[in-house]
């Protein structure tokens, strides 16, 4: 019976949050368990008044006490697995009708904390960064297995979250067999795939929309693609056309698989790769004598650069990060030209990345007009009321003076 399970007590004035939809309870806000519970198991939680507020994982050595999974009882098994991901899978036919690879789940926005699916083609990812979830693994495979019938499902368990857990890296094949990288098709373009050991589950799916919209500036112009990783911005201005694309990466694997993915998609001959530290670059580019200008070479400039903050404490230097690149990018590009952005740092804003974008602007005596706010694409969805699960924030800036 459910009714029988452990019962996580919270304090007063903790409730609300959990019934506005978010899912972690962090060890703070447990006032007591009624009995002891096993790490990972299902428990039921209450207010201080013993109002039931749903069920969640349970795991006492993680800050998250609890992971709420449902405002309602319901029994963990693989049917309920299998609703919940058909619904997380219908999200995503509705909004992205046309893809063939990405994220079918994710996460919290999904309702399912602890748990991300990748879809590249045929081949399925998963991770799990939560201790419940883990457990459940074996359950979550055998779901996937009968909706997709894929080639292949593998993990790739090695992000840092686990070890808040208590988890150990885990990577590698649960089903099927997989050699090599993976060709995948985004808007039509093929990329290849290292899903075994690639960065994240090997590309940047939450870019899918956004690869198109900023193409779509592309056309005629002279492009700078900043943090280019597999060429995701870079070849999409090429086939949008652009007359030439000039990717910068500091992975050496990265560009190589850029360089191919252009050649793959017919557009080589417009494009030109350096593996160079892009804050070096953009310096030696922008260094010039006293009472010299920088001749502005750009019709287009795209910064896409990793997270630049892990943390709350670390926001001043990511700010300082984002400032110095947007300073000598917004030097290089043409009056005219467009600059498209992107901040994928939970803990930046989109108000505080703006602000950080008009102070470089100001320094380089450049005068914005903000022509497009990008988000993320609807395979990872945003839930308002669980502030985590909104990350990617971007904005494309034309340049009126």
């Not at 417009?270 to 920088?294: G, I």
């Amino acid at each position: 019976m459910e009714s029988s399970l452990p019962t996580v007590l919270v304090r007063p004035g903790e409730a609300d949050r959990i019934i506005g939809g978010h899912p972690w309870i962090y060890s703070g806000s447990v006032l007591r368990l009624t009995q002891p519970a096993e790490e990972g198991a299902l428990v039921q939680v209450k207010d201080h008044r013993q109002r039931f507020l749903g069920v969640g994982f349970y795991n006492s050595k993680s800050k998250i006490n609890v992971r709420v999974i449902a405002p309602e009882r319901v029994t963990v098994d693989e049917a309920f697995f299998e609703e919940r991901i058909r619904a997380a899978l219908a999200l995503r036919q509705k909004h992205l009708p046309g893809a063939t690879s990405f994220r079918v789940v994710n996460a919290e926005s999904d309702f399912l904390s602890g748990l991300i699916v990748d879809k590249y083609e045929d081949v399925l990812v998963i991770q799990t960064s939560a201790l419940g979830m883990d457990q459940r693994k074996t359950a979550i495979a055998a779901v996937l297995q009968k909706i997709f019938s894929p080639r292949c499902i593998l993990e790739r368990n090695d992000s840092a979250f686990r070890k808040f857990e208590g988890l150990a890296d885990a990577n590698g094949i649960i089903s099927g067999a997989l050699t090599g990288t993976v060709p995948i098709k985004l808007n039509g373009l093929t990329f290849e795939v290292d899903i075994l050991g690639g960065h994240k589950t090997g590309l940047y799916l939450d870019q899918q929309v956004n690869y198109q919209l900023v193409a779509g500036l592309a056309k005629g112009a002279q492009v700078l693609d900043c943090f280019s990783f597999l060429g995701g911005f870079g070849l999409h201005a090429a086939k949008a056309g652009a007359t030439h694309v000039h990717m910068l990466d500091q992975s050496a694997e990265a560009v190589a698989a850029a360089t191919r993915n252009a050649t793959a998609n017919g557009v080589a001959a417009q494009c030109s790769f350096e593996t160079v530290n892009v804050f070096d670059w953009l310096k030696a580019n922008t260094a010039v004598n006293p009472h010299e200008r920088v001749i502005p070479r750009f019709d287009v400039i795209i910064l896409d650069p990793p997270s630049f903050t892990r943390s709350r404490a670390a926001v001043p230097d990511a700010l300082r990060g984002y400032k110095e690149i947007h300073l000598r990018a917004l030097k290089l590009l043409k009056t005219g030209g467009t600059l498209a952005t992107f901040c994928c740092s939970h803990h930046v804003d989109a108000v505080m990345f703006q602000e950080v974008i008009l102070a470089a602007a100001y320094d380089a005596r450049r005068i914005l007009r903000r022509v497009a706010t990008y988000s993320q694409s609807p395979d990872h969805p945003i839930i308002p009321s669980i502030p985590e699960t909104e990350y990617l924030k971007g904005f494309a800036f034309e340049v009126v003076r």
